[in-house]
């Protein structure tokens, strides 16, 4: 550029009716964080699960971190989890009604990282 010439910057910007939907992001974060996808989904497909069931479907989790997590989805109230206090008391973890409600919302995206992201 010579002397005295400007440069323009294209800036883009989003009128208040064009903004990202706030619940949108807050949905994306939550099931993005890393794990908390592959813990709904096999909490999807297998039902009713105690800890060492999901940590070994998925195994490069940590117990502490699956742990962390599952606190997380519990009080999210995407995961109830259940104490029986048997003669060992023994914990299940299974999705409510709304983990369940991600269902589709995982098949979708799954689908779309098998066409893309392969």
């Not at 550029?1 to 910057?9: D, F, I, L, Q």
């Not at 949905?27 to 060492?52: D, N, P, Y």
Request: charged share 30%; glycine share 6%; with cysteine.
């Amino acid at each position: 550029m010579g002397a005295g010439a400007h440069r323009r910057v294209a800036v883009a910007t989003l009128e208040a009716r064009e903004t990202c939907c706030p619940r949108l992001h807050e949905a994306v974060e939550l099931v993005g964080k890393r794990w908390t996808g592959a813990i709904v989904v096999v909490l999807l497909e297998g039902g009713t699960m105690r800890f060492s069931e999901i940590a070994q479907r998925i195994p490069h989790i940590s117990d502490r971190l699956l742990s962390e997590r599952m606190k997380e989805l519990e009080a999210r109230r995407i995961v109830e989890r259940h104490v029986h206090p048997d003669s060992s008391i023994r914990v299940e973890y299974e999705l409510t009604p709304m983990g369940r409600a991600l269902a589709p919302s995982m098949r979708e995206l799954k689908a779309w990282a098998d066409e893309w992201l392969c």
